[in-house]
């Protein structure tokens, strides 16, 4: 390799820093148990709003699952812990036998997929663009033994005419003794290499993966209360990367501050929690965006705690308790758009979610089975915080690299005209300038507004700092007719063709009889109105233009509305 060469796949490297940074944008689940044939299965996709899709694919989750997308959002490689698939769903050269031992010769020789749920991450290369890195680790013995050593797996995926060939597989980087409750990665202080954390079982000892351009270097470090179970959780970084939190309910709460130069934890807080889920086998752990909320789930009720407060401990709130008969709250993850995704153990068609997650206390609204999806599925991926940039001024800061902002929002309508706003933006912003498009302002990070009429209006919030400044525009639209929150539906309403020569056409009304359906104008005067229980409209008579389609139920009831272009010509 030649050192012009090295030096393009360096500066690549650093560009890529300030871009948008979508490894995370795909979550994929859905298993069948049937071995052979296509799996029942859906995708969840966060771009400006998240959309669900189902599918039929080969491969098999149960509940180890790891996705990785390029920078841009697209999928590139997922696996169940058994091999790998590309984006086209065809396993990837050289990925089969991974995890080798006895889960595998129980799970994976028999069609399906492997059986642990935090066991395995993805995470791309911090100098080459072709090469994608995989960590995992296996049970071996016997069903009740334990999990050893911490495992990588890379692929190109470049190789193989663009299908994609596994460069190293199953190359022991840990040579010991691995918690099912721990495992994580972070951005190294300089905002290019990586830190993959991993802890011992039975133990109060953790190793600390440095992976650099150099190659992949371990440091072992022992800190803080040792754990005595070997129970489900989440070990899980803060946004920031400042602070490591490790949970499971037998073990109770762990809290760190991280070095992201050194790779070293430092004043180590216990939380014990002594309620009746000390039995339970299953956990789960999330932040806010923000940083300021950590949230536990416990099986039968997730507890909130208070990371800014003096006292954490007595800052913990029940959040949430199980509505039974329905599904248990169990692990989490925060999605690219700043809500908290929680699923029950074991196979479920349920998912809940955590709506405010930035608010203390019940004003967090935990909506549990908020999501009723058309399969079942037992995975959730687990995700680094892959727009975290470089600690800027600090020893590490050797690169030149800078936190340059990156703006992103979402809204949530809470009756009326009334909408609240809530910034998920990235690279440290200090500031927030919200334009609600009707002539008034916001500087709050996280503002409520009330717009003066039903209508369509273009939202922009920039974000700055000291490096520069992002906008993300997105158009927003509010009625006062029906209600102010869209029923929940079965499937996703997709809209196409958008932009329309005229005919509109949706999917996903799966149960509507009839539907009326509205169209404003961008001012939000009516344009069109009508009941049909066909599946699209015509709307050619209308001049070109940007316009807002509503639909409703037959009952008045609010389902869903879409930002349409019309172009005719």
Known sequence: MNKVYLFWVFMAALSTVVEAQKQDNIWLFGYDYTPGGLKEGFRFRFDDSLVISYEGRAMDFVTTSACISDSSGNLLLYSNGCYIENADGMEVEGSSGLNPGILYDLFCDHGYGYNIPTGMMAIPDPADTALYHFFHYPLVGNAYSTFKNLLHTSVDVTANGGLGAVVTKNVPIVFDTISPDGMHAVKHANGRDWWIIVAKWYSNSYYTILFATEGLSVQKQIIGEPTWSGAGGQMTFSPDGSKLARFNTRDDLRVFDFDRCTGTLSNPVFIPIQDNADNELFAGLAWSADGRYLYAGEVKRILQFDMWASDIASSKS?????????????????????????????????????????????????????????????????????????????????????????????????????????????????????????????????????????????????????????????????????????????????????????????????????????????????????????????????????????????????LTSKALILAKK
Not at 527 to 541: G, M, V, Y
């Open 318 to 558: 029940i959040v949430a308790e199980r509505v039974a008969p329905g599904p248990h709250l169990a692990y989490l993850e925060i999605g690219s758009d700043g809500y908290i995704y929680c699923i029950p153990p074991g196979g479920q068609k349920f998912m809940h979610r955590i709506k405010q997650p930035e608010r203390g206390g019940l004003a967090c609204e935990v909506q549990q089975s908020y999501y009723e999806l058309e399969y079942p599925y037992g995975n959730l991926p687990h995700f680094p915080n892959f727009r975290l940039g470089p600690i800027d001024g600090s020893s590490c800061d050797t690169l030149g690299l800078d936190n340059h902002p990156l703006a992103g929002w979402r809204y949530d309508k809470t009756g009326g005209l009334g909408v609240d706003f809530t910034s998920v933006s990235w690279y440290e912003p200090d500031t927030w300038w919200w334009d609600f498009g009707d002539g008034t302002q916001s500087t709050e990070r996280n503002p409520a507004h009330s717009f003066p009429a039903p209508g369509a209006y273009e939202v922009c919030l920039t974000v700055s700092n000291q490096y520069g400044s992002d906008t993300k525009c997105k158009w927003v639209w509010v009625s006062t007719v029906g209600s102010s929150s869209p029923q929940e539906l079965a499937e996703p309403v997709v809209f196409y063709p958008n932009p329309t020569t005229g005919i509109l056409q949706w999917s996903g009304l799966l149960e509507a009889e009839s539907t009326t359906v509205r169209v404003n104008d961008a001012l939000g005067r009516l344009c069109f109105e009508r009941e049909t229980s066909e599946a699209s409209i015509d709307l050619s008579r209308l001049p070109d233009g940007v316009y807002f389609v509503a639909l409703f139920g037959k009952d008045g009831q609010y």
